[in-house]
């Protein structure tokens, strides 16, 4: 059988140094009060539809920063700090909320789904939006996160496909070692049956808990946990998904597609209303065409990067994310890829669903053991055993790009194992737990304001800031073309965007 180390020395440089990757990071826009600010998205950003950089995630609340494809990590996170300077600068007195989990949120109803103009294609951005919010409420949708996305040239979908089972199998690594969310406030899971224990007035967290957003407060859905999603292949996981997006749903068919005024509640009544409600931990991606189904992507022209999607933000780093966990996600990832990947089962699947959950609200307890091949293993004995595997990669990677810095992040996760109270979840809680009026709210807010002032210090180069004033305006005006090129009515715009034909090649 060949091995991880004959797999790793069949790759060429050319295409280690081709490795790419790119970041999405969702951040709430809140007032210095720390509440959420509930102002329209700045016009100085440009729009949420058409900017390639600075858009919206759920909420008109809610910033989504995305870089570009990058094959070096500094020349990623610049982009990402960089694009973070210009929003600072174009929010006013507003900040960027550094935690995963919400500070104080208005009533439900209150809070803004994003508005992407009057085009078909933007308001059925909205219309979707509003679809998850009758599914699932609204609250949750404001939880952020980060994106990572990578990609290897010359690489199959079977290829694909191998590391994202072999992820699925070992990303309680990263919830452990990156996790950041073991607190939430009082009022978020206000009414619902939580389990969570009081951390001070008006937070609630557990003692051990690493990352609650990937726990079953976070993006869960009992809907959508009847979906066993198998990926041992292009053409099951494309089923799954088909089946998902194309038969209605029961409690979403009860809901109706209008309310009583005419106004669209969802865009279907599938269990899936478009591909990314589909809810994992990674994703397999394919760049889309103007107006193109993601699925009808993916089919077509095959996988081209894959989305990790379980980064909490850190509170600790200015933009959520620093070049340390860039690179162990490299490394991680490229041992997913070159590690055995037997195929899924759905026994195999459940049991993945079981240690995440159990991870993610006990990740940090001493003796917790998960499920490995039909037996229990001890979560610090498997982790080790992974981080030992991962040494030889990040020696590899380094030799390519010169200095220490692969190790040195395999070094890091290692002493942060064996040192559990410098994880960054068990830093927020001990943070927590120095100033317990404050709480969640408190921290999170003291920790925006002071990300705030550090990213406005920094040097923003006229030439950059005049790029991404263009871009804003360049988007505005992309829009505007939009809308006046629409010649469909919305509802048929829907109903053929919607057409299960154009999910098939």
Not at 147 to 169: A, E, K, Q, T, V
Not at 349 to 358: C, V
Not at 360 to 379: D, K, T
């Amino acid at each position: 059988m060949t091995s991880l180390i004959d797999r790793l020395r069949a790759l060429s440089p050319e295409r280690l140094q081709g490795m790419r990757r790119g970041i999405e990071k969702e951040s709430l826009r809140t007032r210095p009060s720390g509440q959420l600010a509930l102002t329209p998205h700045p016009r100085a950003l440009g729009s949420a539809l058409t900017n390639p950089h600075i858009t919206t995630d759920f909420s008109e609340s809610q910033v989504e920063i995305v870089t570009g494809a990058h094959t070096r990590v500094p020349d990623c996170l610049d982009e990402l700090t960089r694009i973070h300077q210009f929003v600072y600068r174009a929010i006013g007195d507003e900040q960027l909320w550094v935690s995963s989990m919400p500070g104080e949120l208005p009533p439900d109803d209150e809070i803004p789904i994003g508005q992407y103009g009057t085009s078909n294609v933007g308001r059925a951005k909205s219309v979707y939006r509003m679809g998850l919010s009758y599914r699932y409420g609204r609250r949750m949708q404001t939880i952020s996160g980060i994106h990572y996305n990578w990609s290897l040239p010359g690489l199959s979908n079977d290829d694909y496909f191998g590391l994202i089972r072999n992820f699925r199998r070992r990303s309680f690594l990263l919830l452990v070692l990156f996790g950041a969310s073991p607190a939430v406030p009082a009022d978020f899971v206000k009414g619902q049956a939580h389990g969570l224990q009081p951390l001070g007035e008006g937070t609630l967290y557990l003692p051990h808990a690493t990352s609650l957003r990937m726990g079953r407060l976070g993006y869960q859905s009992d809907a959508q946990s009847a979906l066993a999603v198998s990926y041992n292949g292009l053409k099951g996981y494309a089923a799954s998904l088909q089946d998902a997006l194309t038969h209605a749903y029961p409690a979403y068919e009860a809901l109706g597609l209008l309310d009583e005024h005419g106004n669209y509640k969802q865009l279907s009544t599938s269990l899936l209303q478009i591909e990314n409600e589909f809810y994992s931990t990674i994703r397999p991606k394919r760049v889309i065409f103007s107006g193109e189904r993601p699925l009808h992507a993916l089919r077509e022209r095959g996988v081209e990067y894959v989305e990790v999607r379980c980064m909490d933000l850190n509170p600790f780093l200015p933009v959520g994310i620093d070049e340390s966990t860039a690179r162990f996600l490299d490394v991680f990832l490229l041992h997913c890829l070159l590690s055995d990947s037997p195929l899924d089962t759905p026994q195999e699947i459940a049991a993945l669903a079981r240690n995440q959950q159990a991870v993610a609200s006990r990740g940090r307890e001493p003796g917790l053991r998960l499920e490995r091949g039909g037996e229990q293993v001890l979560l610090m004995d498997w982790a080790q055993e992974v981080l030992a595997e991962c040494a030889p990669i990040a020696e590899a990677l380094d030799a390519l790009h010169g200095g220490e810095g692969y190790r040195q992040a395999c070094a890091a996760a290692t002493a942060a194992l064996r040192d559990p109270a410098t994880l960054p979840s068990a830093q927020v809680v001990a943070a927590m737990q120095r100033d317990l009026a404050g709480g969640h709210v408190g921290f999170t807010q003291a920790r925006s304001a002071q990300t705030r002032k550090a990213l406005m210090a920094l040097d923003l180069p006229f030439d950059v800031l005049a790029h991404f004033e263009h871009q804003a305006q360049a988007s505005m005006a992309e829009q505007a073309s939009i809308e006046a090129a629409d010649r469909l009515s919305f509802e048929a715009f829907r109903q053929d965007y919607m057409s299960a034909s154009h999910l098939v090649v």
